[in-house]
């Protein structure tokens, strides 16, 4: 109980967090906040409309069309803000599944999060939300992309990391060009991992992948994004809702020796990834693999714009539609960084949210 002075009668003022002290009409909603590698994840534990659909796409379609205002209350500010990133826990779809999850940012729903993945693993089971057992503990779980299966790395009782086999990742597209507005043509590739990413070299427009061309970098990857989408069609082999381009990749030269390269993720409406992204990574992986840089079961450590980092691993091959494909799996780490009781007060202006770039 937290007690305080009061200056005029220095009689003591107590609050007792137990207390539901919460304004009349209050709508209350409860998270569990993480990061992954340094991007951060709210886990929706409770309070938020649970959507009825019998697949996870479906989930997503009527989040979208029906309880939105909730996705902008929570990943805008004032509670979050124009790079917040959120995961809603549902019931499973699948029958081998222990739970679905719909990813949330700040334009709207995203198909697959690797970073997602590894954080709400780590979530539901520090929280004892599911058991966890030594050495490693299998979670199996529905995304909008397909099933996905994490492990996590059991050390005295605490999650020491996740790696997760992701959906069968491909090279959509090598060697590509476009012409963009204030750049010019550019060179680019697109990979899939679960989402669509554009790869571009990051030297070939005078770019670093590093915190000092941060403004720089989300302009310039909103305007490739824009360009590609204007002039190729993405389509994908069996959901077409999974279609589109999410983000630019920009690749640069790893800083440490041990790393291969380094990645910075401009994604949704100029969002930057502060970890390496694990659906970035895996099309990566897929692209690497497709171009005979990168063999079966070989292993890569990829950086990010704050010097975390993602393993990644080609598997397996396989056929994903008319794609020679593959099976990767991106091993990171993630922490729980505080619970929250959210408030949407009926009487606040800004209870839906606001968003300053």
């Known amino acids: 109980m937290l007690r305080l002075n009061h200056p005029s009668n220095s009689t003591k003022l107590d609050f007792d967090f137990s207390q539901n002290w919460f304004p009349k009409g209050s709508h209350i909603i409860k998270c569990i906040d993480s990061h ?3 991007e951060p994840l709210r886990v929706i534990l409770a309070g938020y409309p649970q959507p009825s659909g019998h697949t ?31 995961c809603l ?43 966890k057992s030594s050495p490693e503990t299998q979670i199996v779980i529905d995304t909008p992309a397909g099933l996905v299966t994490a492990w ?14 992701n959906v069968p990742s491909y090279a959509h597209a090598i060697d590509q060009s476009v012409n963009v507005p204030d750049i010019g043509r550019i060179q680019y590739d697109i990979g899939y991992g679960g989402a669509y990413y554009a790869y571009v070299d990051a030297g070939e427009i005078d770019l670093t992948t590093g915190p000092d061309h941060y403004s ?9 994004k824009k360009s590609i989408t204007a002039s190729s069609n993405i389509i994908h082999p069996y ?3 999974l279609g589109f381009l999410y983000g630019t990749i920009f690749v640069g030269p790893a800083e440490s020796d041990d790393a291969h390269s380094r990645h910075v993720c401009v ?13 970035g990574v895996s099309g990566r992986l897929a692209l690497l693999h497709a171009k005979g840089f990168l063999k079966l079961r070989e292993s890569i450590r990829i950086e990010s714009i ?25 091993e990171g780490q993630a922490f729980i960084t505080g619970q929250h009781t959210f408030i949407l007060n009926p009487q606040d202006p800004f209870r839906d949210g606001f968003l300053l770039r």
């Open 36 to 38: 992954t590698e340094g």
């Open 239 to 241: 959901e077409p809702d």
């Open 267 to 279: 994604f949704a409406d100029g969002e930057v990834d502060r970890s390496p992204t694990g659906t």
């Open 306 to 330: 704050i010097n975390s980092s993602f393993t990644g691993t080609v598997t397996q091959e396989c056929s994903f539609g008319p794609y020679n494909a593959i099976i990767p799996e991106v």
């Open 56 to 86: 996870i796409l479906a989930r997503r379609q009527e989040l979208e069309t029906k309880y939105d205002a909730f996705r902008t209350a929570l990943m805008w500010e004032p509670r979050g803000h124009a790079d917040m990133y959120g």
């Open 89 to 131: 826990i549902t019931e499973p779809v699948s029958e081998d599944a222990h739970f679905g999850v719909l990813f949330l940012h700040n334009e709207g729903y995203s198909t697959m999060c690797g970073h997602g993945i590894i954080a709400v693993t780590t979530v539901v089971l520090e929280t004892g939300m599911l058991p």
């Open 216 to 224: 720089a970098l989300i302009r310039m990857g909103k305007l490739i």
């Open 152 to 165: 996590a790395r059991i050390e005295n009782d605490s999650v020491r990391s996740v790696r997760f086999k």
